[in-house]
């Protein structure tokens, strides 16, 4: 089985594609990690990404695809895929990679949660983790991003009928037992 899982920023897409990759045996591939795990390795190309991922950018769409090439998207199970795809260019992109593989992808969680409440929980997260994105000027760039680039995707995959939509505003067990019901019944 392999899933993507989209929201918009704090809105837990990282915990609950652990849970799930726990849950499903499936290989969770963050790009979000390993643009960050690029950086922290000091190379020079890590170097070049770090103020565009500190500014609360996107990276170019070449670089995303040079880091998502690497990643293990034919393996086990199958993929919970969480940071990708952004834009529709990527969208596209990732269903011409998949095919050239034989894969496909299955079904796409939104985690939805109210612009106010995004904002919130972020600025919470940045106490705590000291992520050098999330402050409030950055954390409403990439809500804006996320507005402008990404919703379009999932109107894409709505398209395809794959979309479960699932209220990202309970505790996290709550949304985990919501999306588990409705894989569990939906994907044959
Ligand atoms: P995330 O942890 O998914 O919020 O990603 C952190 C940062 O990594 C984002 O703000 C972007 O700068 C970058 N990033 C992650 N995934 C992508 C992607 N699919 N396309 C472009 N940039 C990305």
Redo the contacts with the bound molecule.
């Keep these: 089985m392999n899933l993507i899982i989209l929201g918009p920023?704090g809105s837990g897409?990282?915990t609950q594609a652990k849970l799930l990759a726990e849950k499903y045996g499936l290989t969770h591939i963050?790009?979000?990690?390993l643009?960050?795990q690029e950086i922290a390795s000091g190379s020079d190309f890590g170097q070049s990404l770090k103020e565009?991922?500190d500014r609360?950018?996107?990276?170019?769409?070449e670089?995303?695809f040079s880091i998502l090439e690497k990643a293990p998207l034919n393996t086990g199970n199958g993929f919970i895929l969480?940071?990708?795809?952004?834009?529709l260019y990527?969208a596209e992109n990732l269903e011409k990679i998949l095919q050239k593989i034989n894969l496909h992808v299955d079904k796409v969680i939104l985690l939805d949660l109210p612009y106010e409440e995004s904002i919130q929980r972020m600025l919470k997260r940045a106490e705590i983790e000291h992520r050098a994105?999330d402050n409030l000027e950055t954390i409403k760039t990439?809500l804006a991003i996320y507005d402008q680039d990404t919703k379009p995707v999932i109107d894409f995959y709505r398209q395809q009928g794959k979309v479960l939509e699932i209220d990202g505003r309970p505790d996290i067990d709550t949304i985990f037992k919501d999306i588990c019901n409705k894989l569990d019944s939906g994907v044959k």
């Excluded at 963050?30 to 990690?33: A, K, L, P, Q, V």
């Design positions: 920023q897409k990282g963050s790009t979000g990690d643009l960050r565009t991922l609360g950018e996107l990276v170019s769409d670089v995303l969480d940071g990708t795809p952004r834009n990527q994105d990439r």
